[in-house]
């Protein structure tokens, strides 16, 4: 490994007592990891979901995970030629935008961007996500699927369902028990951005419309002291 920077101070930003604590924690985990791995992976997180992020964490036992504050993060490494922990690093760091985190690990680069092409998690959408589909419940009874599975693999919508589906939007009515809609109803379009109503009625009729995926995007060579963007490398 090359030779780190340790000499340098860098004064982390002014923030109460317990934040700085966990700030300087961060900071201090984060150039400790950079002296003992060989790469430094800067991940993007698409639809953040804490349950698969924990089983990213599982996976990569081996190595170290970050996902922090990121000027937190990009102080440690450096952001510059004179701030920097390691040669070059500061390039880096100049990814560290957005909902990033860092992964150190001696595994090797084209390993570990194997897995993450691969690694995808389907979940229900929350409210603000853009709607990759449509979803139109049909007109007649409403089944628990939503018209999502053939009406003999289902099952009516409970009726005491009927109040809390309306209330969302849906335009139902109740028929000796049954959840009825004299017309189609679209919950969402394509493109459109989803309320709170239109993500719990997907969730009620099992729609999973948002996709967890961690997208890499440079790495850090200690041996090579260099960064290369994978983006750049996939091209």
Not at 73 to 81: C, V
């Amino acid at each position: 490994m090359p030779k780190s920077k340790r000499a340098k101070v860098v004064h982390l930003s002014q923030v109460d007592k317990k934040g700085k604590e966990h700030s300087e924690k961060l900071f201090n985990n984060v150039r400790e990891a950079a002296e003992n791995y060989q790469y430094i992976f800067v991940f993007d997180v698409e639809n953040m979901r804490n349950t698969y992020l924990k089983e990213v964490r599982q996976e990569f036992s081996d190595s170290r995970l970050f996902f922090g504050k990121t000027k937190v993060m990009a102080k440690a490494l450096g952001t510059d030629p004179a701030s920097e922990h390691l040669p070059n690093v500061h390039k880096l760091t100049g990814h560290l935008t957005g909902n990033v985190g860092l992964i150190f690990t001696s595994r090797e680069p084209a390993d570990v961007i194997e897995y993450f092409e691969t690694y995808t998690q389907t979940d229900f959408a929350r409210a603000g996500v853009i709607a990759p589909q449509s979803f139109t419940v049909p007109e007649g009874i409403v089944y628990s699927r939503g018209g999502e599975v053939a009406v003999e693999e289902d099952v009516p919508l409970p009726h005491p369902m009927e109040v809390t589906v309306r209330k969302w939007g849906m335009p139902t009515r109740l028929d000796k028990g049954k959840v009825m809609l004299d017309q189609p109803y679209t919950v969402c379009k394509e493109g459109q951005t989803l309320s709170s109503h239109q993500t719990a009625l997907l969730k009620l009729f099992g729609v999973a419309m948002a996709e967890f995926k961690i997208q890499l995007k440079a790495y850090y060579s200690a041996a090579k002291q260099e960064v290369t963007e994978i983006g750049a490398m996939e091209e």
